[in-house]
Each structure stands twice: as structure tokens, then as C-alpha cells.
């Protein structure tokens, strides 16, 4: 599947076969995810791989949004360690980056995946980090939900003319 291909068909996926994700593919996304540009090229993501079904579960219950975890072969918790940072106010762009890339790498791989979002809600990022244990430093940002898709989503043109200003903002009636 080629770049362009990749990223038109990508769809959010919340339903997973049973099929283990291998560890191959696990560290291609996890590539994918590493080569996202950041601020400074700070790379201020980490990433807790989680495959443990009891971990899942639990998971799947911290925010009202993480119940693809439950199911799902692979969860993946997108971290940003903010230790240190020249230029601290990029890391949820940075991380941002880095979601994108990897859940476009599991759609080219014939994974899929859904982005849980945890940051910037105070409650779902204390209960996600002491889930997976982050120290302070460290902001959970997002979840995902990653594994082979139960059933492939069609693809969806999502273009729409009318969000495009040329030159300067074009205030247009609703």
C-alpha cells in the first residue's frame, strides 16, 4: 500500500480478531511511531506495551472511551517524559506526531487501531498512569487499541472544500 493509499483508507478500528500481533509488527509500528518529527528533535514519547489481558482489562476501564483495550490484542499507552525539555509546551504535538505515524504504519501492516485520548483530562491521566505505573515526570497522552481488525471499515472521503481558506481567514455563513 503506498503512502498517499495509507492514509486516504485509514480507518479507526474498535473490534480485533483473536490473532496474536506478532513482534514483528509490534516494532515496525513502534518505528514508525519513533520517526514522527518532534520540537527540537526532542522525542518526548515513550511508549508502555501492554499484552497482559488482565492489564487490558483494567485499562479498559479507566477512561469511558478505553473499551476497545478489553478486546485487543496489544494496548499500547503513548507517554510523553517531559524531564528536561527545551521546548515543553510541544510534547502533545510531539506525541501527537508519533500516534499518527504509528497507527498509519498498522493500517500498512493489516493492523488496526483506535486513539484513546487521555491527555489533557486530569482524572483519565492519573488513573491510565498508575495503571501502567508512569512516574510524575512522565504525562500519559493516549491509548491505543491495536490488533488484526475483526472486520475491515471502508474507507471514507472525508475532503470538504469549504474548511479551506485561501490567503486569509474567510468568514463563510453556517
Known sequence: MDCLET??????VRRFAETPVTDTHLETVLRA????PSAGNERPWRFV???NRAALERLSRTTPF?????????????CADRRALRYPGFWPIDCSAA??????AA????LGGVWIGVHPIGPFKLAVGRAVGVPRRVTPVAMIALGYPEAVPDAVDRYDAGYVHAERWNEVPS
Request: hydrophobic letters at 60%; glycine letters at 6%; a positive charge.
Open 49 to 51: 506495551v501492554v499484552r
Open 33 to 36: 511511531a519513533m520517526a514522527a
Open 107 to 110: 493500517h500498512a501492516t493489516g
Open 7 to 12: 492514509i486516504l483508507t485509514r480507518r479507526s
Open 66 to 78: 478505553a473499551k476497545p483495550l478489553a478486546t485487543a490484542p496489544v494496548g499500547i499507552v503513548v
Open 99 to 104: 500516534i499518527e505515524n504509528l497507527l498509519l
